[in-house]
């Protein structure tokens, strides 16, 4: 880590001013470095339990007395095409919220229609001759409501309106549901692309060069501050790439989101444990 490798760095500084091959600034400086990286780790530490404090809060708890996750942020899954992604989005919930309110939508315009329809209400019944007992009638009516039709066109017209919104409604989420997958799918290619060359190309490379420079700086053939430079550089390119692989994450989350399809890493393809920060 950082920290022991600062460590390692105090301790060769100060051989070296016991030996005489180096000033007492050497060590100091080596020192002020190990104090700065314990005080990144402390902020870490910090941000971490307030953002447990705050999940355990959002969670309705007090405590929070859950574990940590294991998982490898480093492990990145390679996706399937575009294509395949976007076609995915058929399938997602908002869009099928969308079709259960266009059925409901289509019973509330045939609702409105039938009211429309004169309510023809049958009347049949006998009736008794009046001063002959012995005679009876036989009596129908029918009575039909007036106006049915006009009174029913303003609630069919707001009817049709809202199902006419239906189709609309469906393109502007489709729309924006494929822009979001699209930006979504840019961020997660830039970068696993980012994290993977520097896990493959440029940590190795600069860890071989610390190797050399710690040797070369032993023996006197390099000052103390470009070994400390090519440090920095090294532990620079780690949070690099463990900053590319968390925002890859993010955005894999959010495919994952978009498309209802659980996308894991294949076994065997985590990134080796070198370049683990």
Known sequence: TDIEQRKRSVEAARRRHEAGASPESVVLTAQAALAEAELDRARALQSESAARQTLAALWNQRD???????????????????????????????????????????????????????????????????????DVALVAGLSMPLGMSRRAQPGIRAAEAELALSPVEREALSIRLYSTLSGAYGDYTTARLESETLTRDVLPRLAKAEQAADRAWRAGAISYMEWAMLQDQRVQARKRQLQAALDAQTALIEIQRLTGQPIVTAAGNAPHSESTP
């Open 64 to 134: 929070p007395d859950f574990g940590t996750v294991a998982g490898d942020p480093l492990a990145l899954p390679a996706l399937e095409d575009f294509a395949q992604l976007s076609a995915w989005l058929e399938k997602t919930p908002e869009l099928a919220q969308l079709a259960g309110e266009a059925r409901i939508r289509e019973a509330q315009v045939r609702l409105a229609r039938s009211e429309a329809k004169a309510d023809l209400q049958w009347q049949v019944g006998a009736r008794t001759l009046r001063g002959d007992d012995n």
